[in-house]
C-alpha cells in the first residue's frame, strides 16, 4: 500500500512466488548454507553505500563498466521516499533482489539480467580484472550483499508453511535500501500473509508489513502493520528507548488521522516500549542482531 496525492491509496500487486516444497529444499542443506552466509552478510543499503565508493575509485580498462553496472542497480532498487517512482521502486525490490532467482534457473529460464544476483554476477566477472588490492575490496562487498539476499530468501522459505486445516503462511523478507540525501538507510521488511478458518468456516486471511529501523539517536523502532480482508487496519509500534514510545505515542491520533484519510476508517494504533514477542522465535531476529 503506497498513500498517493491526496486522499488516495495505491495498492501495488505484488507476484507472490508458489511454495517450495520442503522435498525441494533439505533442511540439512538450509543450515549449512545459513551457517556459511550469516556471518558473512552485509545490509543491502550498506552494501550499496560502499560499492558505489569503490565504483569512483576503480582504476582499470573496466571502471567504466563497473561504475555503469553499479549505478544501474543504485537506481533499480533503491527507494526514495514521498517520490513518484517509490512504489515501483519497492515492487522492483520485491520482484527482481533475488528470491526468485534459482527457482527460475531450477525451471530452466534464462537469468532476468535486472536481477539483483545477475548483477551480482556481472559486477564480479568485471571486479576479476581489477587491480588486487580493488578486487579484494569488490569481493568482499559482492560476497557480503550476496550472502545477505541468500540469508533472507533461506529465511523466508523456511517460515512458509501448510497447515493440515488448509490454513498457511507465506513469509517474504528482505532489505529495502533507503536513499535520504546523500545517504543510504537500510530498512528491514517482513511481509506475511496468514490464512485460515473462521467460526463461520471461511476462509480468511490477515497480511501483515513488518518494518525495523535502527535510528542513530531513537535507537530501534519496529512497526507492524495488519491488514484484513475487510480492510480493517491495525498499527503496533515497539520502541528500544522508552522516550522514543512516549514521542511517538504522542503523536498517535495524528498518525491515525492519516490512515483515515488513506480510507482506513476502521484504524487502531498501539505503541509499546520493548521488541516486538515474535522476533525472539525467527530467523529475522538473527538478521537485525547481525545488523545492530
Keep these: 500500500m503506497q498513500k498517493t496525492a491526496g486522499s488516495e491509496a495505491q495498492i501495488i500487486k505484488l507476484q507472490t512466488p508458489p511454495l517450495q516444497q520442503s522435498s525441494a529444499l533439505e533442511k540439512p542443506a538450509i543450515q549449512e548454507t545459513l551457517r556459511n552466509s550469516l556471518p558473512n552478510q552485509v545490509p543491502v543499503a550498506?552494501?550499496?553505500?560502499?560499492?558505489?565508493?569503490?565504483?569512483?575509485?576503480a582504476e582499470g580498462t573496466q571502471a567504466a563498466q563497473i561504475s555503469t553496472v553499479v549505478r544501474s542497480m543504485?537506481?533499480?532498487?533503491?527507494?526514495?521516499?514521498?517520490?513518484n517512482d517509490a512504489p515501483t521502486q519497492i515492487k522492483q525490490n520485491i520482484e527482481l533482489g533475488g528470491f526468485n532467482t534459482e527457482r527460475n534457473l531450477s525451471k530452466g529460464q534464462?537469468?532476468?539480467p535486472q536481477d539483483m544476483k545477475s548483477q551480482l554476477?556481472?559486477?564480479?566477472?568485471?571486479?576479476d580484472k581489477l587491480p588486487e588490492e580493488q578486487r579484494e575490496r569488490f569481493e568482499q562487498l559482492l560476497r557480503g550483499l550476496h550472502s545477505r539476499v541468500t540469508s533472507q530468501q533461506l529465511g523466508s522459505l523456511q517460515q512458509w508453511r501448510e497447515l493440515p486445516d488448509g490454513g498457511f503462511e507465506r513469509v517474504l523478507q528482505l532489505d529495502l535500501p533507503i536513499k535520504q540525501g546523500d545517504k543510504w538507510e537500510n530498512l528491514e521488511l517482513r511481509l506475511s500473509r496468514e490464512g485460515g478458518s473462521n467460526a463461520a468456516g471461511e476462509m480468511v486471511s490477515?497480511?501483515?508489513?513488518?518494518?525495523?529501523?535502527?535510528?542513530?539517536?531513537?535507537?530501534g523502532v519496529d512497526a507492524e502493520i495488519r491488514l484484513t480482508d475487510d480492510h480493517e487496519i491495525s498499527t503496533l509500534f515497539w520502541c528500544d528507548q522508552p522516550e522514543t514510545a512516549d514521542k511517538l505515542r504522542a503523536r498517535s491520533e495524528e498518525f491515525a488521522e492519516r490512515l483515515r484519510n488513506c480510507g482506513f476508517s476502521n484504524s487502531?494504533?498501539?505503541?509499546?516500549?520493548g521488541t516486538p514477542p515474535e522476533q525472539k522465535q525467527t530467523i529475522h531476529k538473527q538478521l537485525v542482531d547481525l545488523h545492530t
Design 206 to 219: 490477515v497480511w501483515r508489513v513488518r518494518l525495523h529501523f535502527d535510528l542513530e539517536e531513537q535507537g
Design 46 to 57: 550498506d552494501a550499496f553505500s560502499q560499492l558505489a565508493q569503490a565504483a569512483a575509485r
Design 268 to 273: 487502531e494504533v498501539q505503541w509499546h516500549q
Design 74 to 83: 543504485l537506481q533499480l532498487f533503491g527507494v526514495r521516499p514521498g517520490s
Design 121 to 127: 554476477q556481472q559486477l564480479q566477472n568485471m571486479a
Design 110 to 112: 534464462a537469468p532476468n
